[in-house]
């Protein structure tokens, strides 16, 4: 059974940085394409970036606009996203997922973390 556990979320001013970790096991990683996925009560998840398995390419949501970077460590088998220049906009409960079904990095996920809340305040 695939488990994947993020952490690293927390209550930050805005401007401040933040990083996410998600950690898996099962090899997950380094044999399937990660992602961060993002949600504000009543309304649809957001894609917000993702890494692909071998290659490490990478995707990222129109919003991010060079302020968060995604990235793993093989070895350990984890994903992390450094967010900076944090905004009140980016406030929401952030998800890891992990190995895409589809042809798009940006949705159908087969594994899901339980969510790390990330608040900025203004």
């Known amino acids: 059974q695939v488990q994947l556990v993020e952490s690293g979320g927390g209550s930050v001013q805005a401007g401040a940085s933040l990083t996410l970790s998600c950690a898996a096991n099962g090899n997950q990683f380094s044999r399937y394409s990660g992602a961060w996925f993002r949600q504000v009560p009543g309304k649809d998840r957001e894609f917000v970036a993702a890494?692909?398995?071998?290659?490490?390419?990478?995707e990222y949501g129109d919003f991010v606009k060079g302020r968060f970077t995604i990235s793993k460590n093989k070895d350990k088998d984890t994903l992390y996203l450094q967010m900076n220049s944090l905004k009140p906009e980016d406030t929401a409960v952030y998800y890891c997922a992990a190995e895409a079904t589809g042809q798009t990095m940006r949705g159908g996920y087969k594994y899901w973390g339980q969510g790390t809340q990330v608040t900025v305040s203004s």
């Open positions: 890494i692909s398995s071998i290659r490490a390419r990478t």
